[in-house]
């Protein structure tokens, strides 16, 4: 990877260097608020991916958020809501080190994300800086730019199972990010989880060696830290450990248990929803 004073190429550097050690371990970000986003970006974790598929985090809030993350030292990761290329492109130009992509099925969806995250010649995306005039790094080279980018894809569908091995063949390919919930609904076993049901495990593990096979970072998202360990363990290579809303109310909760004395604190409705 080609070195540069960019934030975003920084990132990418301290995720990929991460891995490289033996593991990299991120946090999960869905609160859309500036003083979460630079709390959240100056912890040492290895990485922070902002949820804009699932969490209530829109692009209206992200240049804020990444502005925010970068102040802090730290340009996040963005799940964009769709495979698609100019919520990739936008992302990226918001200010992301990199993205996750979500619900990818083919080799060919892998080429396109890939080619979204790229400039020409290389790939398809548009040149437009949004912070051209705002910070020094903000319209660095275009090849500079495709260098300090992560292209991360989603695989958690039966389709993508089946073409694994091309998917991970994609050229520009940074890592492939397993989501358990997803995918054991998509091949049949409902909310089941690799700890309660050994086939789940062995789905996951089975992508994880395929990923070390062919030399492909294998991310998984995490339930809660245990999990993120076991993982690595089993030869993952980043596992997203802690979530900012669910760190909010385990926090709040166990401050109400302390206070009370007691062992039942748990609110309605805050069951653990991975």
Known sequence: MQ??????????????????GGGAYGIWSSIPDMSV???VGGLPYDYIIVDLQHGVTTFTELP???QAMRAAGTAPLVRVPWKDPAQIMRALDSGASGVVVPMISSAAEAADAVSACRFPPVGVRS??????????DGALPPAEQDAGVACIVMVETAEA???????????????????????????????ATYRDDPDVAALI????DACRAAGVPAGLHCSDPQMGSDWIA???SMVTVAQDTGLLADGALEALRQARGSDDARAPGTSKPY
């Open 3 to 20: 070195a540069s004073h960019g934030t975003t190429a920084r990132a990418a550097d301290r995720l990929r260097s991460a891995i490289a």
């Open 37 to 39: 986003a630079e709390l």
């Open 64 to 66: 804020i958020l990444a």
């Open 127 to 136: 040149w437009g800086p949004m912070w051209g005039y705002v910070r020094s």
């Open 161 to 191: 199972i089946d073409d694994l091995d091309a998917i991970l063949a994609t050229e520009g390919l940074d890592g492939i990010y397993i989501g358990p919930n997803d995918l054991a609904l998509a091949c049949g076993y409902g909310r």
């Open 205 to 208: 593990q089975k992508i994880v």
């Open 234 to 236: 089993r030869g993952a």
